[in-house]
């Protein structure tokens, strides 16, 4: 039997769309770590991500202590909207489930993270949520073909002073080693990165992954 629980709701953005949002939580309230929430973006949409392939993770970190919460951005599963080409009308949702997080679960501190497409859209609410106090990025796709779509999210990542974890593989086909270590050579304030060997981008979506990114948000957690 889990030892957490998993509730739905709606939140509505600024803009009138309708997500479908769940939130992890341990069955006992008086087992929940710290007043801290994770909101985790998922892949893009419009190649099928939806907040499922982030239950593993949330799930993990429930039982682990912390409330988590998943959502589907406009257009994916039960939400209303439709998903943008390039994540910008995106940024909206993370800022609505943000604020319905510290106005509903009296958090004033979130963590962000981004899995895929997901990571240049949370890495450009960062700095937006002003209760946001750390970044996690799965797989962000800083090669050369995704930045036809995600580049202009770059920078707002890059000069945000909040501390930051890129976790990557080493065979991620949108992005190689050294793309990563470029970019990042230009980021502000405390960068850290995680290489996993091996781990092509979409296998890291994958469940046989999420014990091993519980495992590293829960540090980078603890240092935040």
Known sequence: MSNYTVESTKVETSDGAKLHTRLFKPIEEGDVKDNLVIVLVHPFSILGGCQALLKGIAAGLAEKGYKAVTFDMRGAGKSTGRASLTGFSEIKDVIAVCKWVCENLSSDRILLVGSSAGAPIA???????????????????????????????????????????????TRDGFTSVKQLQNKLSSAVGRVETHLIEGASHFQMEGP?????????????????
């Not at 609410?125 to 036809?148: C, N, Q, T, W």
């Not at 046989?208 to 495992?215: A, G, H, I, K, L």
């Open 123 to 169: 890495g450009s609410a960062v700095d937006e949520i002003r209760e946001a106090v750390g970044y996690v990025s799965i797989g962000y796709p800083f090669g050369m073909f995704a930045s036809i779509l995600f580049g202009r999210h770059h920078k707002a990542v890059l000069n945000s002073p909040k501390p930051k974890l890129f976790v990557m593989g």
């Open 208 to 224: 046989e992954f999420d014990n091993q990114m519980v495992n590293l948000i829960l540090p980078f957690i603890s240092s935040l």
